[in-house]
């Protein structure tokens, strides 16, 4: 069987091999890809999988990259991957010639690293591909960003002292209404009173964040579906790859959570993760795992070298408005990340009062 192979850059720095099975986008990614991936070429699934018998532990590819067929032979050749012992740690991403839901979706069940429907910048996918190997093979946990960012976040003092006296003192004072929505979320449904997640924040530190729940106890596990389905920053024209995920009318929240969220009364245990220095009053919001690793580009690094808090620009500019889109709400974030101060945090504090009620159910 003759496997083409591009021409690799040796000078690039870079050893990432990539086994492709198609032949509708052959030539976009011959284009793209020439330097620094060493691309085995297969014009059918069934090919691939003849190259994939062929390899050993020393030749092993480090990424599957995957036309998806009419026929469906893709789903096969991911599961036989998820199986295999060789090849369980390959990175797969899939291609297809159309942006659909559907295809996309069982992607998402299929647990692929990505999915990729036409059109698409090959910039983007390469982009992708460095990210995925770098971070998903020599570095496979999150938590060790925090070690190779470039710069790191140290809490001015006088930022660390209102953060103490204010998250102090408001849990002082709203201790009895804590208390009161404790026993109500006991009432309401099963489960327990405080969801926890782990959150990345300034430097891409990974910290348990709390809030009071306000989902349904297996909020998490319908959330991929959601988010292929009815992702708000999805909606933008021609954007098929978005970091952030904020459901419209999320059906996983409870009858009380409805309330606990438009008074944003769900957010008050994070003064506990302000006590303890995970996070600031005023900040970029620490954000879920699954969107963190979509902002590792030099481009949206930034707001991760500022600091991680409670309430910040995007809440009081635009919170809950279906005109918010993915780049506005990443242009606030790196904004306040370079600009950032005292006098800008008390202006958001103040207004953050009006922000509270939101009309919006996002």
Same mark, same amino acid.
């Given at each position: 069987?003759?496997?083409?192979?591009?021409?690799?850059?040796?000078?690039?720095?870079?050893?990432?091999?990539?086994?492709?099975?198609?032949?509708?986008?052959?030539?976009?990614?011959?284009?793209?890809?020439?330097?620094?991936?060493?691309?085995?070429? !297969?014009?059918?699934?069934? /090919?691939?999988?003849?190259?994939?018998?062929?390899?050993?532990?020393?030749?092993?590819?480090?990424?599957?990259?995957?036309?998806?067929?009419?026929?469906?032979?893709?789903?096969?050749?991911?599961?036989?991957?998820?199986?295999?012992?060789?090849?369980?740690?390959?990175?797969?991403?899939?291609?297809?010639?159309?942006?659909?839901? *559907?295809?996309?979706? /069982?992607?998402?069940?299929?647990?692929?690293?990505?999915?990729?429907?036409? &059109?698409? *910048?090959?910039?983007?996918?390469?982009?992708?591909?460095?990210?995925?190997?770098?971070?998903?093979?020599?570095?496979?946990?999150?938590?060790?960003?925090?070690?190779?960012?470039?710069?790191?976040?140290?809490? &001015? @003092?006088?930022?660390?002292?209102?953060?103490? =006296?204010?998250?102090?003192?408001?849990?002082?004072?709203?201790?009895?209404?804590?208390?009161?929505?404790?026993?109500?979320?006991?009432?309401?449904?099963?489960?327990?009173?405080?969801?926890?997640?782990?959150? $990345?924040?300034?430097?891409?530190? $990974? %910290?348990? %964040?709390?809030?009071?729940?306000?989902?349904?106890?297996?909020?998490?596990?319908?959330? *991929?579906?959601?988010?292929?389905?009815?992702?708000?920053? @999805?909606?933008?024209?021609?954007?098929?790859? =978005?970091?952030?995920?904020?459901?419209?009318?999320?059906?996983?929240?409870?009858?009380?959570? !409805?309330?606990?969220?438009?008074?944003?009364?769900?957010?008050? &245990?994070?003064? %506990? !993760?302000?006590?303890?220095?995970?996070?600031?009053?005023?900040?970029?919001? &620490?954000?879920?795992?699954?969107?963190?690793?979509?902002?590792?580009?030099?481009?949206?690094?930034?707001?991760?070298?500022?600091?991680?808090?409670?309430?910040?620009?995007?809440?009081?500019?635009?919170?809950?408005?279906?005109?918010?889109?993915?780049?506005?709400?990443?242009?606030?974030? !790196?904004?306040?990340?370079?600009?950032?101060?005292?006098?800008?945090?008390?202006?958001?504090? =103040?207004?953050?009062?009006?922000?509270?009620? /939101?009309?919006?159910?996002?």
């Amino acid at each position: 069987m003759n496997h083409q192979t591009s021409d690799w850059n040796e000078s690039s720095g870079s050893n990432i091999r990539i086994a492709y099975a198609g032949s509708e986008f052959k030539e976009k990614i011959s284009n793209g890809l020439n330097e620094g991936f060493k691309i085995a070429y !297969n014009n059918s699934i069934d /090919q691939l999988n003849d190259y994939l018998g062929e390899q050993s532990i020393l030749s092993v590819p480090d990424i599957l990259l995957v036309e998806v067929d009419a026929e469906g032979k893709w789903i096969k050749l991911v599961e036989e991957v998820k199986k295999s012992f060789l090849l369980n740690g390959l990175i797969i991403v899939l291609l297809a010639t159309k942006n659909d839901k *559907a295809l996309k979706q /069982q992607a998402i069940k299929l647990k692929v690293h990505d999915f990729y429907g036409e &059109p698409f *910048a090959i910039s983007d996918l390469r982009e992708r591909l460095n990210f995925l190997v770098r971070f998903k093979l020599i570095k496979p946990k999150l938590v060790e960003l925090s070690k190779v960012v470039d710069t790191t976040y140290k809490m &001015p @003092a006088g930022k660390r002292l209102i953060d103490l =006296v204010i998250s102090g003192g408001m849990m002082l004072v709203l201790s009895p209404v804590m208390l009161i929505v404790a026993i109500l979320i006991k009432l309401d449904s099963k489960g327990p009173v405080f969801y926890k997640s782990k959150r $990345v924040g300034t430097g891409y530190k $990974v %910290f348990d %964040f709390y809030k009071f729940r306000s989902m349904r106890t297996d909020a998490d596990q319908l959330l *991929a579906k959601l988010s292929a389905e009815n992702n708000q920053y @999805a909606s933008e024209a021609g954007d098929n790859k =978005v970091a952030f995920v904020k459901i419209k009318n999320d059906p996983r929240i409870t009858k009380l959570g !409805n309330f606990l969220r438009n008074s944003s009364l769900d957010e008050l &245990p994070q003064l %506990f !993760n302000i006590l303890r220095g995970d996070m600031s009053v005023v900040g970029n919001r &620490p954000l879920p795992l699954y969107e963190a690793e979509m902002l590792t580009s030099n481009e949206w690094s930034m707001r991760f070298l500022g600091p991680a808090g409670l309430t910040g620009l995007w809440q009081i500019s635009k919170r809950g408005k279906e005109d918010m889109s993915e780049r506005e709400r990443k242009k606030l974030d !790196n904004f306040y990340a370079q600009k950032y101060s005292i006098w800008l945090d008390l202006k958001i504090i =103040v207004g953050t009062v009006p922000a509270l009620f /939101q009309k919006e159910k996002v």
